[in-house]
Structures are given as structure tokens and as C-alpha cells.
């Protein structure tokens, strides 16, 4: 079946996904939405081909979402801040209590509003057919770029479109790990090896951790901009390798509790481990680490490089790891600092999501933007990651940007790197 697109010019293509878009105008914006669309829908699609006969369900787990709910969730999203909401140019300053006008599905509220639909009850819902949800995808979305075209040019008046792009980005990387999930066939590189690098050495500073508002777009959790003082510290140049893990699981690593905090240890049992997700062999093999690893990408078995990073590892495992190795995983400034200042020096990132020792809270002075679900209700559960994935947009990429999840997920493309005690 074929997916409706949106024409796009080439001369534009290789601005649309890229950080810049934190500060786009309407032009560049509305390319951007609709690129951003295109690529949703091109993964839908994919899904289509595979689940058709089951008429597109998937299994209740508590890390997916039905993919039908899912696609009408980000139609839902940026019709309710966009084409519904009377402030929506007040930006940040939106009273999200004001009442919106009616949806163009009578019914999409309590289909796709997250925040009222508890996650299990998504799988009992009478959804209507794909075809109607991506009729409801392009109306919405018609709207919203008719409603930009008359926006005025500035951050406020702009911040529920940039909003909607990487809210829209975000659901499209869930669709692609939720395959790796499904074991359903997608097309994604693996990360490649990289020769491995001695730690650096990383002097003290006074850093300043967070945004200010008024530069474009910036996250509620992002802000405000604050000054911190770092301690030196010594940094892996690159995330663990397999090479690195395979190490850890062959001195027994999941077999020695003393190794695990114990609600790292509990999640261990409670999930029967011997390795990560996906993993069907490891090992260290003849030779060296090459070829030590096999694990299922998206549906097929595949022989991992050593010098690639470890994926699919949860927290727990990360922080085992490192007390294993007599090391520890980076505060989430330190990794900052580290992705500012060191690149020259071989400071690599962007092939894994990468946690950091930080549980995830506001920056002093927080204050939550109109969407509410975003940020706050996760304070104190969640731990910080840094960095980015295989699966990740280009223009969602920053060292400022904060990722986060419970410290149990191991379904997304996540590693860690470590630093000394």
C-alpha cells in the first residue's frame, strides 16, 4: 500500500534536519513538518506490510505503544496545540487550561490524549481504520501549515510548531526501536567500530548547564541556564565497546550481586538475564572480542563488531559495569562539558543514547511549559541520558538536550560511557 508524501524541494533538503531548526522561520518550519510527516508515515507503512494480517496489533508490553495509537496520538498532538488553541502564539505563556475549539475527530480526545488514556486501556480502544487516521494526519496537518504561514516571526508565536516537529521526531525514533522491539524488518545501520581511544583528561571549570529562553526553541527541563562548578575529571573518549562488556559478562558480571545495586539486582532476576536485550550469544571469541556477540536487529541475527558500541542496556547493567571496572558513569555536566570541549581530542558521540549517573530533575527555578506530561510527572524516577542514536533526527542532536527513562529500559539504542573514581 502506498503512503500519501508531501513534495519537498531538493535545494531545501539538507537544511530540514539539522540543529538549526531550533531557530527556524516559518519557511524552513514548514518543511521541516512536512518532512517530519513524511518520515512517520514512510514507517507506518513499513508496519502496514508486516502486521496487515494481524490487523496491525502488537503485544501489551509496557515499553510499546499499539502502533495505530501511536500515529494518531501525533496527529492529535499538533492539532490540540496548534489548530485548537486560541494562544497558541503566546508560546510558553499558554494557559494549557483555556479552552480549545473542537477537534476535527469528535472522538480524538479521549483516543490520543496521553496524559487521560492510561497506557494498558490504549490496546482495548476501537480505533478507526489506518485510512481514516491518515486522512485525519493530513487534514491536521494542512491546518497547521496554513495557521504557520500567517504566524508571526518570532520564538513565541512559533515554539507550538517547533514543538509539534520534534514532538513528531520523537514518536518517529518509538516507531523504529519498537520494530527492534517486534523484531519487524527495517533498514538501519548498525553503529560502526571505532579504534579505540585512551580516557581524556578533562580540567576543572565552571560550566554553564542549561539554555535561557529567548534563542530560539529550548525544552522546560533545558532551562534555566545556571553556572555550575566541575571538579576535574577523566572520560571515556568513546561509549563501552562489546569488546569492553563481553569482558564483564565473561568474569560472571550477571551472576556476582555484589556487582548490582540492589534494585538493579532485583530487576535482574525479575527479567532471568544472562546478557542484553536482544543478545542470543556472547562470548569471547578466539583471537580477540570480533565476532564475540550475536544479536537480533530488527528481526534478523547479525554478528556484532567489537570496536561497536554496546546497546540495548539498561542502567542497571551500565552502573554494573562500571563498579565492575572500577569506574563510574559520568554526572550528566560532566558529559556536557566533555561533548563541548573535547571533540578535537576524540570525544565521540551520537551513536547511542548514553546514561549518566544524573536522576532526572528540573534545573533550579524549573517551571513547566504548557505541556505539561513532558517533564515534571518524571522527576525522581527517570535518569538522564546524553547524546543521541543511530535513530535519532539530526535536528533533535544537541550536547544540551536531555533524554531520559527509567533506569530498567534497555529497548532503546542506549549505552554508557564511564570516568574514574
Same mark, same amino acid.
Given at each position: 500500500?502506498?503512503?500519501?508524501?508531501?513534495?519537498?524541494?531538493? #535545494?531545501? =533538503?539538507?537544511?530540514?534536519?539539522?540543529?538549526?531548526?531550533?531557530?527556524?522561520?516559518?519557511?524552513?518550519?514548514?518543511?521541516?513538518?512536512?518532512?517530519?510527516?513524511?518520515?512517520?508515515?514512510?514507517?507506518?507503512? $513499513? !508496519?502496514?506490510?508486516?502486521?496487515?494480517?494481524?490487523?496491525?496489533?502488537?503485544?501489551?508490553?509496557?515499553?510499546?505503544? #499499539?502502533?495505530?495509537?501511536?500515529?494518531?496520538?501525533?496527529?492529535?498532538?499538533?492539532?490540540?496545540?496548534?489548530?485548537?488553541? @486560541?494562544?497558541?502564539?503566546?508560546? #510558553?505563556?499558554?494557559?494549557?487550561?483555556?479552552?480549545?475549539?473542537?477537534? &476535527?475527530?469528535?472522538?480524538?480526545? !479521549?483516543?490520543?490524549?496521553?496524559? $487521560?488514556?492510561?497506557?494498558?486501556?490504549?490496546?482495548?480502544?476501537? &480505533?478507526? #481504520?489506518?485510512?481514516?487516521?491518515?486522512? !485525519? &494526519?493530513?487534514?491536521?496537518?494542512?491546518?497547521?501549515?496554513?495557521?504557520?504561514?500567517?504566524?508571526?516571526?518570532?520564538?513565541?508565536?512559533?515554539?507550538?510548531?517547533?514543538?509539534?516537529?520534534?514532538?513528531?521526531?520523537?514518536?518517529?525514533?518509538?516507531?523504529?526501536?519498537?520494530?527492534?522491539?517486534?523484531?519487524?524488518?527495517?533498514?538501519?545501520?548498525?553503529?560502526?567500530?571505532?579504534?579505540?581511544?585512551?580516557? @581524556?583528561?578533562?580540567?576543572?571549570?565552571?560550566?554553564? @548547564?542549561?539554555?535561557?529562553?529567548?534563542?530560539?526553541?529550548?525544552?522546560?527541563?533545558?532551562?534555566?541556564?545556571?553556572?555550575?562548578?566541575?571538579?576535574?575529571?577523566?572520560?571515556?573518549?568513546?561509549?563501552?565497546?562489546?569488546?569492553?562488556?563481553?569482558?564483564?559478562?565473561?568474569?560472571?558480571?550477571?551472576?556476582?550481586?555484589?556487582?548490582?545495586?540492589?534494585?538493579?539486582?532485583?530487576? =535482574?532476576?525479575?527479567?532471568?538475564?544472562?546478557?542484553?536485550?536482544?543478545?542470543?550469544?556472547?562470548?569471547?571469541?578466539?583471537?580477540?572480542?570480533?565476532?564475540?556477540? @550475536?544479536?537480533?536487529?530488527?528481526?534478523?541475527?547479525?554478528?556484532?563488531?567489537?570496536?561497536?558500541?554496546?546497546?540495548?542496556?539498561?542502567?542497571?547493567?551500565?552502573?554494573?559495569?562500571?563498579?565492575?571496572?572500577?569506574?563510574?558513569?559520568?554526572?550528566?555536566?560532566?558529559?556536557?562539558?566533555?561533548?563541548?570541549?573535547?571533540?578535537? $581530542?576524540?570525544?565521540?558521540?551520537?551513536?547511542?543514547?548514553?546514561?549518566?549517573?544524573?536522576?532526572?530533575?528540573?534545573?533550579?527555578?524549573?517551571?513547566?511549559?504548557? !505541556?505539561?506530561?513532558?517533564?515534571?510527572?518524571?522527576?525522581?524516577?527517570?535518569?538522564?541520558?546524553?547524546?543521541?542514536?543511530?535513530?535519532?533526527?539530526?535536528?533533535?542532536?544537541?550536547?544540551?538536550?536531555?533524554?531520559?527513562?527509567?533506569?530498567?529500559?534497555?529497548?532503546?539504542?542506549?549505552?554508557?560511557?564511564?570516568?574514574?573514581?
Amino acid at each position: 500500500m502506498s503512503f500519501m508524501s508531501f513534495e519537498l524541494p531538493v #535545494p531545501a =533538503l539538507s537544511s530540514l534536519d539539522s540543529a538549526n531548526l531550533r531557530t527556524a522561520g516559518r519557511e524552513l518550519l514548514s518543511l521541516a513538518l512536512m518532512d517530519a510527516r513524511n518520515h512517520t508515515l514512510f514507517l507506518i507503512d $513499513r !508496519y502496514e506490510q508486516t502486521l496487515r494480517v494481524q490487523g496491525m496489533q502488537v503485544p501489551l508490553l509496557p515499553e510499546l505503544n #499499539p502502533p495505530l495509537w501511536e500515529l494518531g496520538h501525533v496527529g492529535w498532538f499538533q492539532e490540540r496545540w496548534i489548530g485548537r488553541n @486560541l494562544q497558541r502564539q503566546q508560546g #510558553p505563556r499558554c494557559d494549557p487550561q483555556a479552552t480549545l475549539l473542537a477537534s &476535527l475527530l469528535p472522538q480524538a480526545d !479521549y483516543w490520543w490524549d496521553s496524559s $487521560r488514556m492510561p497506557h494498558d486501556r490504549r490496546w482495548a480502544l476501537e &480505533l478507526p #481504520p489506518l485510512a481514516d487516521i491518515k486522512s !485525519y &494526519l493530513l487534514a491536521t496537518l494542512e491546518s497547521t501549515l496554513e495557521l504557520l504561514a500567517r504566524a508571526p516571526e518570532d520564538d513565541d508565536a512559533l515554539y507550538f510548531y517547533r514543538l509539534a516537529l520534534f514532538h513528531e521526531d520523537m514518536h518517529s525514533e518509538a516507531y523504529i526501536y519498537m520494530a527492534q522491539t517486534l523484531g519487524l524488518r527495517l533498514q538501519l545501520p548498525l553503529p560502526a567500530p571505532v579504534p579505540a581511544r585512551e580516557p @581524556l583528561w578533562i580540567p576543572a571549570t565552571r560550566w554553564r @548547564l542549561g539554555l535561557d529562553a529567548g534563542r530560539g526553541y529550548t525544552f522546560d527541563n533545558e532551562r534555566a541556564a545556571h553556572e555550575v562548578v566541575v571538579p576535574e575529571f577523566e572520560i571515556d573518549a568513546q561509549p563501552v565497546s562489546w569488546a569492553q562488556y563481553v569482558e564483564f559478562v565473561a568474569d560472571g558480571g550477571y551472576d556476582r550481586p555484589e556487582l548490582w545495586l540492589p534494585a538493579g539486582w532485583d530487576w =535482574l532476576q525479575h527479567q532471568g538475564r544472562r546478557a542484553p536485550r536482544h543478545v542470543e550469544q556472547i562470548g569471547v571469541a578466539r583471537g580477540g572480542s570480533e565476532g564475540a556477540v @550475536l544479536q537480533r536487529w530488527f528481526g534478523q541475527t547479525v554478528r556484532l563488531a567489537g570496536g561497536a558500541p554496546a546497546m540495548h542496556l539498561s542502567w542497571w547493567e551500565a552502573d554494573a559495569w562500571c563498579r565492575w571496572a572500577g569506574r563510574r558513569l559520568p554526572t550528566e555536566v560532566e558529559w556536557e562539558v566533555a561533548a563541548h570541549q573535547a571533540p578535537a $581530542r576524540g570525544f565521540r558521540w551520537g551513536d547511542v543514547w548514553e546514561w549518566t549517573g544524573t536522576t532526572f530533575f528540573g534545573y533550579p527555578g524549573f517551571t513547566p511549559d504548557p !505541556y505539561r506530561d513532558y517533564s515534571e510527572p518524571w522527576f525522581g524516577t527517570h535518569k538522564v541520558l546524553r547524546g543521541a542514536s543511530i535513530a535519532t533526527r539530526a535536528r533533535l542532536k544537541s550536547p544540551k538536550y536531555r533524554n531520559y527513562y527509567l533506569p530498567g529500559r534497555d529497548d532503546i539504542f542506549c549505552g554508557f560511557r564511564s570516568c574514574a573514581l
